[in-house]
């Protein structure tokens, strides 16, 4: 018989991580902040929580990342500047940003990992369940994965984890799940969790993206988890407790996706991502695609 567990309302997103991969954009402006296409990487993640019914979003943030919480709040000059000048179009695309959602915010002071990162938010979210949206993985909105997974953990309590299958030799880039299979064809059993294993002694190639939605004991855990990979709390750490031990916080289970997923946490994804979606955008796609296949034709020529 499907149980009933408290319903999710909170997201938490982590945005304290300083970029290196991308200096020197980076020096003066969060990672977040870069665009892809037109808008602010950070945004699309908060418009995913919004459509998934979160429109409480507590971003965790660190030095220099001011910018974020400009970005989501008002910004009344400009808007006086473009409604004189009649501009309705892009004064909806300004407002929009700060109409999303409530916003808090809330320094992590001390960059200790994703799992200490996720413990920052403990004040906030209490006893209730929450998701959490790491903003280098963008998700199409075509594919509602924290939807479903929101369902799964509504449904067996505990938390879920998102898991993408990958390439057995990419496994070390990931934390990785040991699972089994349940009646649903989406969803797996999670039986334990490792951060970023060798090939060799990875347990499968379910790889873990940054999608989570955790039962509230997961800050128990993590204030008594060590320090591990790299010397950082990490949360596959704290996931993997709880996988063990379903007295803690109850199951873990995983949503296996198989859709549309962007990487901007690499240069090269990043890259990669901005050309699909402008590909995909009905008002940049047909001359970007027209132009995108005129230039490959000519490499491929002079090649």
């Known amino acids: 018989m499907t149980q009933s ?14 970029g290196t991969r991308f200096l020197p954009a980076t020096k003066a402006t969060p990672k977040e902040m870069l665009p892809v296409v037109d808008k602010p990487a950070i945004q699309y993640v908060v418009e995913e929580a919004v459509s998934a019914g979160l429109d409480d979003v507590l971003m ?34 300004v407002q929009q940003s700060s109409d999303l959602a409530t916003m808090h915010y809330v320094r992590q002071g001390d960059p200790r990992g ?15 369940p929450f998701a959490v949206l790491l903003g280098d993985d963008l998700i199409d909105p075509r594919d509602p994965l924290l939807r479903r997974m929101i369902e ?5 309590g505990g938390s879920v984890v998102a898991l993408m299958e990958v390439a057995p030799e990419q496994i070390h880039l990931y934390g990785c799940a040991a699972v089994e299979s349940t009646p649903d064809g989406d969803v797996v059993k ?20 940054g999608r989570y939605v955790l039962d509230p004991a997961v800050f128990g855990v993590l204030r ?16 993997q407790q709880l996988a063990q031990d379903e007295k803690v916080g109850g199951p873990v289970h995983g949503v296996c996706f198989k859709g549309r997923r962007y990487d901007t946490g690499d240069r090269g994804d990043y890259l990669r991502a901005i050309v699909r979606l402008a590909c995909e955008r009905e ?4 001359d970007f695609r027209s132009w995108l296949r005129r230039y490959v034709t000519e490499e491929m020529q002079q090649r």
């Open 5 to 18: 567990h408290p319903r999710i309302s909170k997201a938490v997103i982590p945005a304290a991580g300083l």
């Open 60 to 93: 965790v943030t660190g030095r220099n990342k001011r910018p974020l919480e400009d970005h989501f709040d008002r910004n009344y000059e400009l808007e006086s500047a473009l409604e004189k000048k009649g501009d309705a179009q892009r004064l909806a695309k």
């Open 114 to 128: 994703l799992g200490h990162a996720v413990l920052c938010a403990a004040p906030h979210v209490g006893q209730e």
């Open 152 to 156: 799964v953990q509504e449904q067996h």
């Open 190 to 209: 999670v039986t334990g969790l490792v951060e970023k294993p060798d090939p060799a002694d990875a347990p499968s190639n379910y790889a873990i993206i």
């Open 224 to 239: 008594q988890t060590e320090p591990g990979r790299g010397g950082e709390i990490q949360l596959t750490d704290a996931l």
């Open 283 to 286: 008002d940049l796609g047909p």
